[in-house]
């Protein structure tokens, strides 16, 4: 079955730019959308945004002008990049496919990203 | 953006009591496109139910989703040890798909 995996710093500067990659492994990236779905420290869920192995993208209109969602199909990776990061996006991140209409399913274990400097 | 909210937002139950957890869209849910996830300290959350009451591979059948337009519940037939947990509900309906904001099942 499908596994993925998130990889990246677990500390980034105020201002700077969070970049995190997630490794896709046991099926293929063409089959998925591939999200980034967030979690503050003891709060709810917040989805970021998807790509399809294609490179079109859909971003949620929160986060849209800060954010780059990118897929590497020769890899099968696709990565994160946040700019003008706040402490307010100190989370888990995870990466998570979907199935066309379908709901959120495979997870990643997540990566905490702390924002400080 | 369709607003989910979640009740009650702690729910305090023994083992082998049921649990019914509520939740409630700002506007019509497209299609039933309505999941509940489960997801326990440290771990991400495990996909439980999706089109409001189809049940994921490997679920119990403890587990039940029902609703439909703004309105859904999960059930919880019978509290095992290992169902307590926080429950989010989604909607994958429209975009941005959202989150409710969590009920946290505890011991009581």
């Known amino acids: 079955q499908v596994q993925l995996q998130e990889s990246g710093p677990g500390l980034v500067k105020p201002s700077e730019t969070l970049s995190l990659t997630c490794t896709v492994s046991?099926?293929?990236?063409?089959?998925?959308?591939w999200n980034w779905i967030r979690q503050p420290p003891g709060k709810g869920l917040e989805w970021i945004g998807y790509?399809?192995?294609?490179?079109?993208?859909n971003y949620n209109p929160s986060l849209k002008s800060r954010v780059t969602i990118s897929v590497d199909t020769s890899k099968n990776q696709f990565s994160l990049n946040l700019i003008s990061v706040t402490a307010a996006d100190t989370a888990v991140y995870y990466c998570?496919?979907?199935?066309?209409?379908?709901?959120?399913?495979?997870w990643g274990q997540g990566t905490l990203v702390t924002v400080s400097s | 953006e369709i607003v989910l909210t979640q009740s009650p937002g702690t729910l305090s139950l023994s083992p082998g009591e049921r649990a019914t957890l509520s939740c409630r869209a700002s506007?019509?849910?497209?299609?039933?496109?309505l999941a509940w996830y489960q997801q326990k300290p440290g771990q991400a959350p495990r996909l439980l139910i999706y089109?409001?009451?189809s049940r994921a591979t490997g679920i119990p059948d403890r587990f039940s989703g029902s609703g439909s337009g703004t309105d859904f519940t999960l059930t919880i037939s019978r509290l095992e040890p290992e169902d307590f947990a926080v429950y989010y509900c989604?909607?994958?309906?429209?975009?941005?798909?959202?989150f409710g904001q969590g009920t946290k099942v505890e011991i009581k």
């Open positions: 998570v496919g979907l199935a066309v209409g379908g709901p959120f399913d495979p």
């Open positions: 046991g099926g293929s990236i063409s089959s998925y959308f």
């Open positions: 790509i399809y192995y294609s490179g079109s993208t």
């Open positions: 506007q019509s849910v497209s299609s039933s496109k």
């Open positions: 089109g409001a009451s």
């Open positions: 989604q909607q994958y309906g429209s975009s941005p798909r959202t």
